[in-house]
């Protein structure tokens, strides 16, 4: 007769948080990698691109952004900070508790598979140095070299040498291909493309989206680096004559109205 199994101890604390929600976690990471992470990303390279088309235009495109004010701060925290976060601290997660096994099973989908992680990792790493050195956040530690008001010729300067210009060509390669690679997954993930032909197409189509992403941003680069800084300075200081006079804090003035 089998002895009745002992009662469990008060010790035991049973499955930790992260197993007891471990497939809701693992959803809302991948889901967040898409929206809003991933689409953040997409607007914010299409935005940066609009510099080719010259200093006025991106000056343009930034002043919208930040005509939000006071709620730009909760808008940034609650739709790219905070989600961004969290995907890459489950990232981590997920990390820690899987092995590449590349050498094992030399097959394309399990380098994706390592390829996918070393990028989340390249890709994060790029974001905290993105936002040490551009955004106001970063002023404390020497950072925050972005001035809203002089958008292209600050952006400009702060990518004038060539360790950064391929630290940003590193890391945006890093994201692009983490977002591609990451879309195709989560179609797997939530039963979008199950069958190997589906998955065929789905190839594709992340692939091309990857290739397009990958030009939209290295094309902003270049246009950071076509920048003449000190002509873009001069459109930035007549755009900030004019908002001031819409806003009534410079009077109108004939050589102002010329310009």
């Known amino acids: 007769m089998e002895k009745p199994a002992p009662p469990p101890s008060s010790g035991d604390a049973g499955p930790s948080f992260l197993a007891r929600h471990e497939f809701l976690l693992r959803r809302l990471h991948s889901?967040?990698?898409?929206?809003?992470?991933?689409?953040?990303?997409?607007?914010?390279?299409?935005?940066?691109?609009?510099?080719?088309?010259?200093?006025?235009?991106?000056?343009?495109?930034?002043?919208?952004?930040?005509?939000?004010?006071?709620?730009?701060?909760?808008?940034?925290?609650?739709?790219?900070f905070i989600p961004i976060l969290f995907h890459a601290l489950f990232g981590f997660v997920i990390i820690a508790g899987a092995l590449p096994n590349t050498s094992s099973y030399p097959y394309a989908k399990n380098y994706r598979y390592t390829l996918q992680r070393i990028?989340?990792?390249?890709?994060?790493?790029?974001?905290?140095?993105?936002?040490?050195?551009?955004?106001?956040?970063?002023?404390p530690f020497g950072g925050g070299k972005f001035e809203v008001d002089h958008a292209t010729s600050s952006t400009a300067v702060a990518l004038d040498s060539l360790p950064v210009k391929i630290a940003y060509a590193v890391g945006l390669l890093a994201c692009v291909y983490h977002l591609a690679n990451g879309i195709w997954t989560m179609g797997i993930t939530w039963g979008v493309w199950v069958s190997p032909a589906a998955q065929r197409r789905a190839d594709y189509v992340c692939a091309g989206f990857?290739?397009?992403?990958?030009?939209?941003?290295?094309?902003?680069?270049?246009?950071?680096g076509d920048v003449n800084v000190d002509e873009a300075r001069e459109t930035e200081n007549r755009l900030i004559e004019v908002k001031e006079m819409l806003k009534g804090e410079r009077p109108v003035t004939q050589g102002a109205s010329a310009k």
């Open 210 to 224: 990857g290739v397009l992403i990958a030009v939209v941003g290295l094309g902003a680069m270049q246009g950071f």
């Open 31 to 80: 889901l967040s990698g898409l929206i809003p992470v991933g689409a953040y990303m997409v607007v914010h390279l299409a935005t940066n691109a609009s510099v080719l088309a010259g200093a006025a235009t991106f000056q343009g495109n930034v002043d919208k952004i930040h005509a939000l004010g006071p709620i730009l701060p909760l808008v940034e925290w609650t739709f790219i």
């Open 119 to 139: 990028t989340g990792v390249l890709a994060f790493v790029y974001i905290a140095f993105h936002i040490w050195q551009l955004h106001h956040y970063g002023e």
